[in-house]
């Protein structure tokens, strides 16, 4: 299958996705090792047995403060852009988050050269936030990745971009930690790793604005298979506009309700899933960090491969899960998946244990592109982008009150167990895996009633 689905090559984004998010793996990893050696400066003079935990203190922090300006500076600006996106051109929502990537990521570039203070980088998350940030840019990928698409290779399509931001990603943390420590005779640490970042953002913004060309809009089936199949997950070939001009007596009966009931329960059941991933994602790079397994630059570059490595398996997941299981059977066992491994974390103490509850994981990134998915057949294609982007706010907001709690509770915990935030999400992931099964069922039942 052709990455945009037989479209023509400027219509694809995903060299956008591509670039962006090795972009991304570049910037993280160079922003973790950053900051944990700014603190490792700043503490140098506290007694030895101390400065480890002072520093991992530091660092969570200052990653609770940078969090919250980077998730809710969207939130200003996010559905506004959107808006715009589907009233007026398709490009504002990716082009203009990349020009405040642009200028963030250019920030970090001063504070290592000019050794400005940390507290920068607030700034910088600000100014990335307002101009959209991710928020904003993957609301707008995924709907110029659902315009175009029929339903029936919907799901497909969104787990082909996901795919290629994993990808890009894995590669990206593989290069990561050589490219900040590779250089540090001739240059500070970490300027080539974000030169390199910036670089590909700025490719990104020149293809997005010069090349990218927004599809067509591909037809919708009707309300009632979207309805009836969507919830019980076997979603059917859309005919296309001959099936959609001669609807049937039935189908022009089916009410609102059950498709509206649809899109809330997708909502919530996003957000639920969203909050046990986000929990246990944040603190990983401070376990990684501290003992015993004190990782260095390269191991983190790993690390965070192995992670975007889970895209490949997930893709292969949707692709094969699909032709024989309903959609709501492949979300559970994504939210599976991703508990289990994450209960092998609590419990890591050695590298390769790290890896084998990575690999457990291999299907934890079913669940949100295939709730997308499902969204995307409930709603007319000219309000996609506001969909998504509200979709990508939920989560955000999510995220970032569950990314302040997890940090203060690793920080409380951290001498007592550091991986009991693992388990806290094992917890979570197990009631939203249990209330989904049932919630699911249950709609199924109501718009089964309805309809008839």
């Excluded at 965070?304 to 893709?315: D, H, R, V």
Aim: aromatic fraction near 12%; charge should be positive.
């Amino acid at each position: 299958t052709l990455p945009g689905g037989g479209l023509p090559p400027q219509t694809w984004v995903e060299p956008v996705v591509a670039g962006s998010q090795v972009a991304s793996a570049f910037y993280d990893t160079a922003l973790l090792l950053v900051v944990k050696n700014y603190y490792n400066q700043t503490n140098s003079t506290a007694p030895s047995h101390l400065l480890q935990d002072a520093q991992q203190k530091a660092v969570s922090n200052f990653y609770i403060i940078y969090n919250l300006v980077l998730g809710l500076s969207p939130l200003v600006s996010a559905y506004g852009l959107s808006k715009l996106g589907d009233k007026v051109h398709r490009k504002i929502p990716i082009c203009l988050p990349l020009l405040g990537y642009l200028g963030s990521k250019s920030l970090l570039l001063l504070l290592i050269l000019l050794d400005w203070p940390i507290e920068v980088m607030y700034g910088a998350a600000a100014f990335n936030g307002l101009t959209g940030g991710f928020t904003t840019f993957w609301a707008g990928i995924m709907a110029l990745g659902s315009l175009g698409s029929s339903e029936s290779r919907r799901s497909l399509r969104l787990i082909i971009i996901e795919l290629v931001y994993g990808l890009a990603g894995f590669l990206g943390s593989m290069a990561s930690g050589y490219l900040f420590v590779g250089f540090s005779d001739r240059y500070r640490e970490g300027t080539v790793l974000v030169s390199c970042s910036i670089a590909c953002y700025a490719f990104c913004l020149l293809y997005s604005v010069f090349v990218l060309i927004v599809p067509k809009s591909a037809p919708s089936c009707t309300a009632k298979a979207k309805g009836v199949e969507e919830v019980g997950g076997q979603v059917p070939a859309c005919t296309g506009a001959a099936e959609s001009a001669q609807p049937s007596e039935s189908s022009s009966k089916a009410p609102v309700t059950p498709s509206k009931l649809i899109i809330i329960i997708l909502f919530v059941a996003a957000i639920l899933y969203d909050l046990a991933v986000v929990g246990a994602m944040n603190v990983l790079p401070l376990f990684l960090l501290r003992e015993p397994l004190s990782w260095n630059a390269v191991q983190i570059g790993y690390g965070n491969a192995a992670g975007y490595a889970i895209f490949i398996t997930s893709f292969l997941g949707v692709f094969v899960f699909s032709k024989y299981l309903r959609d709501i059977t492949m979300i559970i066992i994504g939210v599976v998946s991703f508990t289990v491994g994450v209960l092998i974390m609590a419990f890591v103490r050695w590298t390769f244990l790290f890896y084998i509850a990575r690999a457990v994981m291999l299907f934890a990134l079913i669940p949100l592109p295939t709730i997308r998915s499902m969204l995307s057949k409930h709603v007319e294609g000219s309000s996609y982008g506001k969909v998504f982007v509200l979709l990508q706010l939920s989560l955000v907001i999510t995220g970032v009150v569950t990314s302040t709690v997890f940090n203060k509770i690793y920080q409380s915990t951290l001498n007592w167990y550091s991986g009991f935030c693992f388990i806290l999400s094992f917890l979570a992931g197990m009631v939203v895996s249990e209330g989904a099964r049932y919630v699911f069922s249950l709609l199924h039942k109501m718009v089964t009633f309805l309809i008839q």
